[in-house]
């Protein structure tokens, strides 16, 4: 049973996240339209920010912080809330490690790389919806 209490508690975390996550686009979008997105916007600098702070906290005061506690905000409710977050605190600890040809090719791949992936499932969708594959 022990072992299975960690997937339990990023589960949870994820729940709370992701219903997080819905709330604030949600709320953005009734605030602010849908021209922009500014609910991805908003949610991916919060959770940047937590990921952030908890991060460096349970870093810096370990025994504050039980394990549950990390699998619950770090990886599943911040996980879930927003995965940008974990892509800027890996660059921003690359580039702190010295490793800033790591950082700009993670960078850049995450980025540029990344939407060129969206671009080529968006055609391969067309091409499958339409049946022309």
């Not at 975390?13 to 979008?29: P, Q, S, T």
């Not at 540029?112 to 055609?123: C, D, P, Q």
């Amino acid at each position: 049973m022990r072992a299975i209490l960690p997937y339990v508690w990023v589960g949870l975390g994820g729940f709370l996240g992701a219903n997080a996550r819905f709330i604030v686009g949600r709320m953005a979008a009734a605030l602010f339209g849908t021209a922009f997105p500014y609910g991805t916007l908003i949610i991916n600098l919060t959770g940047s920010f937590l990921l952030g702070l908890f991060a460096t906290l349970a870093t810096h005061r370990l025994s504050d912080f039980a394990q549950e506690i990390r699998l619950i905000i770090s990886i599943g409710f911040i996980g879930a809330y927003t995965t940008f977050s974990t892509f800027e605190y890996e660059a921003h600890a690359l580039l702190e490690d010295g490793k800033w040809l790591y950082a700009m090719t993670y960078l850049f791949a995450s980025m540029f790389v990344g939407l060129l992936a969206v671009r080529l499932g968006i055609i391969l969708a067309g091409k499958l919806a339409t049946g022309h594959a």
